[in-house]
């Protein structure tokens, strides 16, 4: 008679205490659950083998009862500017994008943190896809862990700053969002500076105030793209449950308590929220809260016909928001060629 195989748990899924307990059962000490927990998060082992302060007995013991459900680079692109895009493997065939963004002064991993989104954001590639799962918050470590390898492979600087702003709405996966912030910021894992995480939401209203409530040290953007309802509602459905004033008034719980200055990106789209009305509605927006704006390219996606606002509008809209004293970076789009652009990560079928 055939035994039923057994059904290994991944061992990162695991807290401390069930872990330890489990070591301590099997006859080890109890210290070796750090030594494992640093191989997992600190080292970032993908593999039971690579931990060579345990013994062999010990190696076999994970082995036969854990496993480690590590992401793989399935396929990689390289954009004419040097933007690596990469489509990510999952342990259960799901696939994820993320990217390597290197500019002169900073290395940039964007992550994304759903496979899909269920937004629906006319402008977004990954909106018109279904949300299949959440990302758990190793499966977020790991591309961290791959672009940071990329970046250092293909250009010898490590990454400097990380984006939640690929595929996915970060704050609908809110604790496996925070856990993974928790792994690359802590000194037993990657030890990142949490200032140079920005976290970017379409505006769940609940959730950005269980930030405030959490006390986050990371950077939160909001995904404003219209400063009145009738306009944003058009092009970002969640926008009807979450309206600019249920926003607003979660930017001010979340600034009084966290006292972080939030960002505001705005893809500015030709004739439709790029005149100077436009930009009068949006700077009378940012005197709610602190805050600085991203003004973005629009990418071209095949689901949409939006097009990029004309250069001169862009630069009078930006000149007017200055002219008031609000802090305005116009951000140029990166890896556009390969789909690697702000708005663009799809997995497309082939």
Not at 5 to 24: A, C, G, M, N, T
Not at 177 to 200: A, C, D, F, W, Y
Not at 244 to 260: G, S
Not at 324 to 342: E, L, M, P, Q
Request: aromatic letters at 8%; charged letters at 25%; proline letters at 2%.
């Amino acid at each position: 008679m055939e035994t039923a195989s057994v059904v290994k748990k991944d061992i990162r899924k695991i807290k401390s205490e069930k872990l330890r307990e489990f070591l301590v059962e099997a006859g080890e000490k109890p210290f070796r659950v750090k030594q494992v927990e640093e191989w997992l998060w600190k080292k970032s082992a993908t593999s039971f083998a690579e931990m060579t302060n345990l013994s062999k007995k010990t190696r076999e013991l994970l082995e036969n009862n854990f496993t480690i459900n590590a992401l793989q680079v399935h396929e990689q692109q390289v954009s004419r500017d040097q933007t690596i895009k990469s489509m990510f493997r999952l342990h259960d065939s799901h696939l994820v994008e993320g990217v390597l963004i290197p500019t002169d002064s900073r290395m940039t991993a964007c992550v994304s943190s759903q496979v899909g989104c269920s937004l629906a954001c006319k402008f977004c590639a990954t909106g018109y896809m279904d949300r299949k799962r959440n990302l758990d918050a190793a499966e977020i470590y790991d591309q961290v862990v791959l672009i940071n390898q990329q970046a250092k492979q293909n250009y010898r600087i490590p990454l400097s700053n990380i984006v939640y702003m690929g595929m996915g709405e970060p704050l609908l996966n809110y604790a496996n969002v925070l856990q993974s912030i928790e792994h690359i910021t802590s000194p037993q894992g990657l030890n990142m500076s949490p200032k140079r995480i920005t976290v970017s939401t379409a505006g769940i209203a609940k959730m950005i105030k269980k930030l405030g409530d959490d006390q986050v040290k990371f950077n939160l953007a909001l995904s404003l793209h219209a400063a009145n309802d009738e306009k944003r509602n058009q092009i970002m459905a969640i926008n009807e449950t979450n309206n600019l004033e249920v926003l607003k008034e979660a930017l001010q719980y979340f600034y009084q308590k966290t006292r972080t200055r939030i960002t505001f990106e705005y893809i500015v789209f030709y004739d439709f929220n790029d005149t100077l009305e436009d930009a009068k509605e949006l700077w009378q927006f940012t005197k709610y809260v602190p805050s600085k704006v991203n003004l973005i390219e629009y990418n071209p996606i095949a689901e949409a016909d939006f097009k990029n606002t004309e250069e001169d509008r862009l630069d009078q809209f930006a000149r007017y928001l200055e002219n008031k004293g609000v802090t305005v970076n116009v951000r140029r789009s990166r890896g556009k060629d390969i789909d690697a652009a702000c708005g663009q990560l799809a997995i497309k079928q082939k």
